[in-house]
């Protein structure tokens, strides 16, 4: 099939989320004026190196959103699978004064580099400055792009000097209501590479 997502699509579910899968998950916590939020985003990404640097993108205008226009920080957490329901938990559409730290049980932790809350335990956390909201076509569409200033890994989760992503089992987002999980990996060489 083909189509033109401005004629729709004829399926009963848009596929679009499906195709562009599975996609990390950055479990975004802030700090603003109304206290601390914690929220899953999936349009999340590492987006440069040097200096490192991850977006993520809200469909609407979102507490995280709000938090981030005041404070100019954000921490995006890792999520394992051992977390995966309470990460679920913390999508809710709750007031923009519900802490979801406390509303899902998960605990807090102080950012090192900035005045942030982080999920304590995570498998590793990035803490950011942000560098651009990018308002984006459409109605309340916004990119927020980030320069992570310190990174906290678990200690289990580094194995023979590697971040080793088989100790923790990220869990990745897919269309509808899938998720997938990660629970093997495989090497490939590069060409030119030895
Ligand atoms: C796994 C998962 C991924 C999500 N990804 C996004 C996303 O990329 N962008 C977005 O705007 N909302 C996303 N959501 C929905 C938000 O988490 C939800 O709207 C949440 O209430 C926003 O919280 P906030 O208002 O506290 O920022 C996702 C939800 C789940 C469960």
């Not at 509303?103 to 809350?117: H, M, N, Q």
């Not at 459409?138 to 000097?161: A, H, K, P, S, T």
Request: glycine residues 8%.
């Amino acid at each position: 099939m083909f189509y033109r997502p401005e004629d729709g699509h004829g399926l009963p579910h848009n596929p679009f989320n499906a195709i562009v899968s599975p996609r990390p998950i950055g479990w975004i916590s802030t700090r603003g004026s109304t206290g601390d939020n914690l929220a899953p985003y999936s349009f999340f990404n590492a987006v440069a190196y040097v200096p490192p640097q991850v977006m993520f993108s809200s469909t609407g205008r979102k507490d995280s959103l709000r938090n981030i226009r005041e404070t100019a920080v954000f921490a995006a957490n890792i999520v394992e699978y051992a977390i995966r329901e309470r990460m679920n938990l913390t999508s809710g559409a709750y007031p923009p004064d519900t802490d979801e730290f406390a509303l899902a049980g998960i605990a807090k932790a102080e950012c090192e580099t900035i005045d942030c809350p982080r999920v304590d335990g995570a498998p590793a956390t990035l803490e950011c400055r942000m560098t651009e909201i990018v308002t984006l076509k459409g109605d309340g569409n916004f990119l927020i792009i980030g320069e992570v200033v310190g990174i906290r890994l678990r200690d289990d989760c580094v194995v023979n000097g590697r971040f080793d992503v088989t100790r923790f089992n990220p869990v990745a987002r897919g269309g509808y209501r899938d998720y997938s999980v990660v629970r093997e990996v495989f090497e490939m060489i590069r060409p030119g590479e030895r």
